[in-house]
């Protein structure tokens, strides 16, 4: 039996912290946990719902499509992807549709891979 009660964080590393702050900012509107410095250079971190997207950046630890991929459920599907798609952020696969949901992958500004989903 687990104990286990939901996911705290989702953690993804990252080369240049400032250029991945700026992504996650400004493309999916994320705001900073205001119980971290802001000024961090290895650290940060953003609430979404009961759970957080934290970013760190540290040695041998490198940035990869390859690994785990973080899920963003979105509330408009067709205007996410049409805002990603302005701002020339890199699709890994293109939207795809399927009989209960909606979803493509992207990279980040580092290479992490992101999948952007709506279900329905």
């Not at 104990?3 to 912290?17: A, E, H, L, T």
């Amino acid at each position: 039996m687990t104990n286990i009660k939901s996911i705290g964080f989702v953690s993804y590393p990252v080369k240049d912290m400032a250029r991945a702050k700026k992504f996650y900012e400004e493309i999916f509107e994320l705001v900073p946990n205001p119980e971290f410095d802001a000024s961090n250079e290895s650290w940060a971190e953003y609430i979404i719902g009961d759970s957080a997207l934290s970013l760190g950046k540290m040695d041998g630890w490198e940035p990869s499509g390859q690994g785990p991929a973080l899920a963003f459920e979105v509330e408009d599907f067709d205007a996410t992807i049409a805002k990603l798609k302005s701002a020339n952020v890199k699709f890994i696969t293109e939207p795809m549709k399927f009989p209960n949901c909606q979803m493509a992958q992207i990279q980040d500004s580092e290479g992490n891979g992101i999948t952007i989903h709506k279900l329905g």
